[in-house]
């Protein structure tokens, strides 16, 4: 009998685990089977790893194919796409070449509207062979390009994550302390364009009796985004910031998981936009849980 895929990546995640005492024991297989589905969806044919090509679209028309001529140069794909149309208000109509074999929902086109994530039923996916074209608007509400592919050589090439050992000191029960009214906090993205979210509080918490803080982002159903460096970045792990999600908080307090802080997906690919921490969430604390900067 053949064994799947995710019960190979939990088996792999399980072994490289340090040896716990028996009352940690629960935590440790809880942290391996979180690291295991981490894994496996890094290694899905659209996950953060299958992305090969990115730019932006500036207004106007532009050549789009995998011939070098082009305006825009795909990595892969037809050599000539078609053309790019983006008008003054930001919408993006696609003119398809003749014999391209762009396909959008299984059907050829000759020319139609190309929707963003940011647009209702977006984004559109242009299928070109096993590989899919689309575009995103970015932060500043200009236009950018990606293609992504399953054979993509960093998704063949990907043999997991390295982290630290896993440390039941690291989950920490945070004090919360909610703000009336919420307040924003203004971030830079890894493009170097700002951004901003919503934060309901702040995680208040101590490590060998230094109290540090954290500030969160609220995600629908009261869930919190935390984006932060502390001072092994740049060293054991990635420079920009490490993410964490906690639920939502509870009777006063929030459970800061850090052996669940991840990597952003800018540490992964140079094809997407990342936030980066805010001088906020900067620890000045080494937090050595979670992953590792990426081999």
Same mark, same amino acid.
């Given at each position: 009998?053949?064994?799947?895929?995710?019960?190979?990546?939990?088996?792999?995640?399980?072994?490289?685990?340090?040896?716990?005492?028996?009352?940690?024991?629960?935590?440790?297989?809880?942290?391996?089977?979180?690291?295991?589905?981490?894994?496996?969806?890094?290694?899905?044919?659209?996950?953060?790893?299958?992305?090969?090509?990115?730019?932006?679209?500036?207004?106007?028309?532009?050549?789009?194919?995998?011939?070098?001529?082009?305006?825009?140069?795909?990595?892969?794909?037809?050599?000539?796409?078609?053309?790019?149309?983006?008008?003054?208000?930001?919408?993006?109509?696609?003119?398809?070449?003749?014999?391209? +074999?762009?396909? @959008?929902?299984?059907?050829?086109?000759?020319?139609? &509207? $190309?929707?963003?994530?940011?647009? %209702? !039923? *977006?984004?559109?996916?242009?299928?070109?062979?096993?590989?899919?074209?689309?575009?995103?608007?970015?932060?500043?509400?200009?236009?950018?390009?990606?293609?992504?592919?399953?054979?993509?050589?960093?998704?063949?090439?990907?043999?997991?994550?390295?982290?630290?050992?896993?440390?039941?000191?690291?989950?920490?029960?945070?004090?919360?302390?909610?703000?009336?009214?919420?307040?924003?906090?203004?971030?830079?993205?890894?493009?170097?364009?700002?951004?901003?979210?919503?934060?309901? +509080?702040?995680? @208040?918490?101590?490590?060998?009796?230094?109290?540090? &803080? $954290?500030?969160?982002?609220?995600? %629908? !159903? *009261?869930?919190?985004?935390?984006?932060?460096?502390?001072?092994?970045?740049?060293?054991?792990?990635?420079?920009?910031?490490?993410?964490?999600?906690?639920?939502?908080?509870?009777?006063?307090?929030?459970?800061?998981?850090?052996?669940?802080?991840?990597?952003?997906?800018?540490?992964?690919?140079?094809?997407?936009?990342?936030?980066?921490?805010?001088?906020?969430?900067?620890?000045?604390?080494?937090?050595?849980?979670?992953?590792?900067?990426?081999?």
């Amino acid at each position: 009998m053949r064994t799947s895929r995710p019960l190979l990546y939990l088996a792999f995640a399980l072994a490289t685990l340090p040896p716990a005492r028996a009352d940690d024991s629960a935590y440790v297989q809880e942290i391996g089977r979180w690291r295991a589905e981490r894994e496996a969806s890094l290694r899905q044919p659209d996950g953060w790893l299958s992305f090969t090509g990115s730019g932006t679209v500036p207004p106007g028309r532009h050549a789009v194919g995998a011939a070098p001529d082009n305006d825009i140069v795909l990595p892969s794909g037809p050599a000539r796409l078609g053309v790019l149309e983006v008008a003054g208000d930001g919408t993006v109509h696609l003119a398809v070449e003749e014999g391209a +074999g762009a396909l @959008v929902e299984g059907r050829p086109f000759q020319r139609r &509207r $190309l929707l963003t994530q940011r647009d %209702e !039923g *977006g984004p559109t996916r242009v299928q070109l062979g096993a590989a899919w074209f689309y575009l995103v608007r970015l932060a500043d509400g200009s236009t950018g390009w990606r293609l992504r592919d399953p054979d993509a050589p960093a998704l063949r090439a990907f043999r997991g994550l390295p982290y630290f050992p896993v440390d039941p000191a690291w989950r920490i029960r945070a004090r919360w302390e909610a703000f009336d009214p919420p307040q924003m906090l203004e971030l830079v993205t890894s493009a170097g364009t700002p951004d901003s979210g919503t934060v309901p +509080g702040v995680a @208040v918490f101590e490590v060998d009796g230094v109290e540090y &803080r $954290l500030r969160p982002i609220e995600e %629908e !159903g *009261g869930r919190l985004f935390f984006i932060f460096a502390d001072r092994t970045s740049g060293r054991e792990t990635y420079g920009a910031a490490r993410f964490l999600y906690a639920d939502a908080p509870a009777a006063g307090e929030v459970v800061l998981d850090f052996n669940k802080a991840y990597n952003p997906p800018c540490a992964l690919t140079p094809h997407v936009v990342c936030p980066l921490a805010p001088p906020e969430n900067r620890l000045p604390l080494a937090v050595t849980a979670g992953e590792k900067k990426p081999k």
